[in-house]
């Protein structure tokens, strides 16, 4: 295709399916919330709170995961940090403008969300609280409770539903997951926020064909 | 209605393609000449020369930054070019529903 397509004469048939295929591939490049992205936290989501849960299960009292399974689920975060930034680097890579500044200013609310996630954690374990609260039922849920509710909040205030029921739901899930407790609040939330995450993708590329 | 309705300046596939990439960007956002380039895969200087037009049109603004080699060029849709692509959508819509 060149400049002196010019004088080529178009069908309005083959004008509307390249504007279909182009628009449809372009949204596909520019999206940060590929289904395949989240796919892929879905399986992280279940190696991480799978394997958390395989070293509490059984424990009595509750001691908290063991040294391996932290190892597990900080490589396992280290490859889904790896994949996010690839995925976010491919689809921003040349876009400037508002939503360049307006995703600048999301990380700059969400990040120090997610420290005083653990801060509070700390805090929890300086006055005291049982390993179950501290190691088990808070780190768990607390986390998804927290962000979630952020997120939820944040989805409200751009209108996007079906990201408003993700984050509700996600948010509830860990609020009655907690009723497991401390070991079971581990494999309750992981497969659930599995499942979560599956229905989204799903939820996503049906809406995309619709 | 006929083909001749809709907008010559858009129904051209190059043009088309340019404009219809840049309107799955948000509102308010610009693409790098590179960026654009690679997804349409167009040579620069068919790229440049479609991109006058519609710019001579006002459909879309492009922004050029920087010196020598540091140098980086955006392109982004104007409210004119999005009112344009919803026109020339809706017609092409209304002519393929004759048909």
């Known amino acids: 295709m060149n400049a ?13 399916a390249l504007l279909e295929e182009t628009t449809r591939r372009a949204q596909r490049q520019f999206d940060l919330r590929r289904p395949l992205l989240m796919v892929i936290g879905a399986a992280v989501v279940l ?10 299960r059984g424990q ?17 975060l280290l490859v889904w940090i790896i994949v996010v930034a690839t995925f976010y680097r491919r689809a921003t890579s040349g876009v400037s403008g508002r939503s ?24 929890l374990h300086h006055a005291g609280a049982s390993h179950a609260i501290v190691y088990g039922i808070y780190p768990a849920a607390a986390p998804i409770i927290i962000v979630g509710s952020a997120a939820a909040a944040y989805n409200v205030a751009k209108e996007n539903w079906p990201w408003v029921g993700f984050a509700v739901a ?18 309750v939330i992981g497969i659930g926020l599995c499942v979560l995450l599956l229905a989204r993708a799903a939820g996503q590329v049906w809406l995309r064909r619709a | ?40 895969g167009l040579t620069p200087g068919n ?19 920087g010196n020598g080699t540091a140098s980086r060029t955006t392109v982004a849709l104007t409210h004119v070019g999005r009112t344009a692509l919803d026109t020339y959508t809706a017609a092409l819509r209304d002519l393929l529903a004759g048909l």
């Open chain 1, 47 to 56: 190696i991480a709170y799978g394997v958390l849960w395989l070293s509490v």
């Open chain 2, 1 to 40: 209605m006929t083909t001749e309705e809709l907008d010559p300046l858009i129904h051209v596939p190059a043009r088309l393609r340019i404009i219809a990439t840049l309107a799955a960007l948000p509102d308010g956002d610009a693409l790098s000449f590179t960026r654009l380039q690679d997804m349409i």
């Open chain 1, 100 to 123: 360049a500044r307006q995703q600048k200013a999301d990380a700059a609310a969400f990040i120090p969300i997610w420290i005083t996630v653990y801060v509070f954690q700390g805090a």
């Open chain 1, 60 to 76: 009595h009292p509750y001691s908290g995961p063991a040294g391996w399974a932290l190892a597990v689920l900080y490589s396992t």
């Open chain 1, 170 to 187: 996600a948010v509830a899930l860990a609020a009655i997951g907690s009723f497991a407790g401390p070991a079971g609040v581990w494999a």
């Open chain 1, 4 to 16: 002196s397509d010019e004088g080529e004469e178009l069908d309005p048939r083959a004008a509307a």
């Open chain 2, 47 to 65: 790229l440049i020369t479609h991109l006058r037009k519609l710019e001579d049109a006002g459909y879309v603004d492009t922004e050029k930054t």
